[in-house]
């Protein structure tokens, strides 16, 4: 006698879906050296990105994004380490000024292959005081 296994028997309107998960090693954070500042004031903010896995990485650039609005940037916000290895952490500063009160998220990202990490939102507070230029 054979036997054979036959697949399971599917209802007509039932669709089967495939996917690829990619999971990237690198974890985001980011650390801002005020929660609120003056007009015309500048604020860090430090951005570390951690590979949890074992193996060295490479090329990972680090960013920072915000509201145009009412932020701007004292210089680059972007930064490349060229390799990061397993364990390790490595880190980006990166100055943001207060040009209009109000209250704006700050993030930070890492990209590794094509993919975006980003780190949990940060708001800083932009309030009143003698208008400086950025």
Aim: hydrophobic residues 45%.
């Amino acid at each position: 006698m054979l036997l054979a296994a036959t697949p399971p028997a599917r209802a007509a309107d039932e669709v089967g879906v495939t996917a690829t998960l990619h999971v990237s090693p690198i974890v985001v954070d980011l650390e801002l050296s005020a929660s609120s500042v003056r007009i015309g004031q500048a604020v860090t903010a430090r951005v570390t990105a951690t590979n949890l896995g074992t193996q060295t990485v490479r090329s990972v650039t680090l960013s920072v994004r915000f509201e145009p609005v009412g932020l701007v940037p004292k210089g680059a916000t972007t930064a490349r380490l060229s390799q990061l290895k397993g364990g390790k952490s490595g880190e980006a500063s990166f100055k943001l000024c207060g040009a209009a009160v109000g209250a704006y998220l700050v993030l930070a990202q890492a990209e590794l292959d094509g993919a975006t990490i980003e780190s949990q939102a940060r708001l800083l507070v932009v309030t009143e005081g003698r208008p400086a230029k950025c």
